[in-house]
């Protein structure tokens, strides 16, 4: 069965250097009987200038908007829009900023705020001078200092309302894009909408849900909202206030809990991922984890070999950075030096492009320096130190495969880790494993490595020594491994999960119609669909509370509705 899907990206595919492109352009790929129409929100000009890689030919179009640069649409509101925009904003603002955290009836405010902006966005445009508008600010003030709001945002000053009115207007802008109509190429007229992440990228899905009745699918393989939380997202440099900071988790907070209640089906990527969904409101019902598909060939011909790697040679690969705690594991590379000096670390990888990993590699370097000063005899020549930085793909490590040849054991030490793909390119690689029990760690390994607990340089040593001076255990380790990487982080795996839920969504969904097909010469074929899909009903059991809705579905679909 054909299936149109509207996959909606943030920050992602099809830009070249987009982070989920990979997993994007692998499903776009591995589904060459489904159709797709690509929306694309970009987060910089950096990443715009990047430029787009070449879709498959089942990508019929590809829609791009930019999150990062102001768009005016030269709208202005007389006093009637004005009036309505300024109630609008206020339901949304009381719920952000509303103490009582999981209630039915701030999540209704929230819902209300955001659908009646959406629609004043469609029938007059002009978002983007409303939520820089004086009235905007007074708004969010006012809500700031209402009854019953948050302790964290009553402080706030005039300067955090600007910054927070600056980001609201960016992470609503995609309330007013053309994408949303019943014609060819909009949102209107697809099967399936799967969003990227729980954030802006969802928010056309919700209105494509909320103006056309298009089933929602949501993909989260690392959640964002935890960013917003910690106030990291993005890796701004500028500190944030914290009353700023407060409004920013909570405004994200109820955005992600209102796109998991509207969504059909919400696929995270691991057990880390989908915890922070479920108490985020997400229904457990909905719920299917679907791990990530990866490239394996190059790391598969590593595993199916009989070479197990040099036993005396520990390998790390990642992006260096302050999570990734390097200095655990050069503590624990040191106590491990101490019982067998012929040990060496290789660190495989280069800095993060922001923030601080430049700094953090130095800092690295420098404590590698101190903790193994050159040697004048012993096993080394002068000049040598036992742990060597190597840039992934430069000279000294040709390919990340070779690297992980080379291993006797494969490490991660992280200290706040989301999926580790290290981990699972070990795992394809037949290596043991010793690694930190953070992020989704534990339930990728199940069983075919060594866990111990972060920031524990004794307990990561130990592990390794015990790995070291085993050969058996290191082998049957990394042939378990192995396999379970096969088993469970394959393209084709990844591909067939997400093929079955658009047919389950599809199925639980009224096809709606505008037009009779035609053949290549505009004829039309009579009898080019069966008359079921005609019928204006749903076809599984509602649950009392969308029965309104289900209702108001079939009859857009006997109306006419959208095209597929």
């Known amino acids: 069965m054909l299936v149109r899907i509207g996959l909606v990206t943030d920050g992602g595919y099809p830009y070249a250097n987009g982070e989920s492109g990979p997993w994007c352009d692998r499903l776009v790929r591995g589904l060459h009987d489904h159709e797709f129409d690509v929306y694309a929100l970009s987060r910089s000009a950096r990443q715009e200038r990047s430029g787009l890689v070449d879709p498959p030919p089942q990508v019929h179009r590809v829609h791009t908007a930019p999150l990062w640069a102001p768009v005016d649409d030269g709208g202005a509101y007389g006093r009637r829009e004005r009036r309505r925009f300024a109630e609008h904003l206020g339901r949304l603002a009381l719920a952000v900023c509303d103490e009582r955290a ?66 609201l207007e960016r992470a609503l802008r995609p309330l007013s894009l053309d994408w949303y109509d019943t014609e060819e190429g909009g949102l209107g007229s697809v099967d399936v909408c799967h969003a990227t992440s729980a954030g802006p990228a969802a928010l056309p899905g919700l209105l494509a849900k909320r103006f056309f009745g298009v089933p929602l699918l949501v993909t989260e393989y690392g959640v964002r909202l935890r960013a917003h939380y910690l106030g990291t997202d993005g890796g701004r440099e500028e500190p944030r206030s914290a009353p700023l900071r407060a409004l920013l988790a909570a405004f994200h907070g109820a955005l992600a809990a209102e796109v998991y209640r509207a969504a059909s089906l919400v696929t995270p990527g691991n057990a880390h991922a989908r915890r922070w969904q479920q108490r985020c409101g997400a229904d457990r019902a909905k719920l299917r984890t679907v791990h990530p598909g990866m490239e394996a060939e190059r790391f598969i011909e590593v595993g199916e070999g009989d070479d197990t790697g040099d036993r005396d040679t520990l390998v790390w690969v990642g992006v260096i950075e302050p999570a990734k705690d390097l ?111 953070v992020g989704a760690v534990v339930e990728v390994i199940g069983g075919t490595g060594l866990v111990v607990p972060a920031h524990n340089p004794k307990a990561f040593a130990d592990a390794c020594l015990g790995l070291l001076g085993d050969d058996g255990r290191r082998r049957r380790l990394g042939a378990a491994a192995h396999s379970r990487a096969l088993e469970l982080f394959t393209i084709s795996q990844n591909v067939t999960a997400f093929r079955a839920a658009y047919l389950e969504i599809v199925s639980h969904t009224p096809v709606r119609r505008v037009a009779q097909a035609v053949g290549a010469g505009g004829a039309p074929l009579p009898f080019a669909a069966a008359a079921e899909v005609y019928v204006p009903v749903r076809w599984a059991t509602e649950a009392p509370g969308d029965r309104r809705e289900a209702v108001g579905a079939g009859a857009a679909a006997g109306a006419g509705g959208r095209d597929v």
């Open 102 to 167: 999981d209630t039915d009836e701030r999540a209704g405010g929230f819902a209300a705020g955001l659908y009646g902006l959406a629609e004043l966005a469609r029938e007059h445009g002009g978002l983007y001078a409303a939520l820089r508008s004086e009235t905007a600010l007074r708004v969010l003030e006012s809500a700031c200092r209402a009854p019953g709001a948050r302790r964290s945002v009553r402080d706030a000053a005039v300067a955090d309302h600007l910054a927070f009115a600056h980001e």
């Open 327 to 437: 200095e655990t594991l050069l503590h624990a590379f040191a106590r491990i030096r101490e019982e067998r000096p012929q040990t060496r670390l290789r660190i495989v990888g280069g800095p993060a492009g922001t923030g601080e990993g430049p700094a953090y590699l130095a800092h690295c370097r420098t404590l590698a320096a101190q903790l193994f000063p050159d040697e004048a005899t012993g096993a080394y020549a002068v000049g040598e130190n036992p742990v060597s930085f190597e840039e992934a793909g430069g000279p000294e490590s040709a390919e990340l495969a070779d690297a992980y040849a080379g291993a006797g054991i494969v490490v991660l030490s992280s200290a706040v880790e989301g999926f580790p793909v290290s981990l699972v390119e070990a795992m394809f690689c037949g290596r043991a494993t010793v690694s930190t029990d």
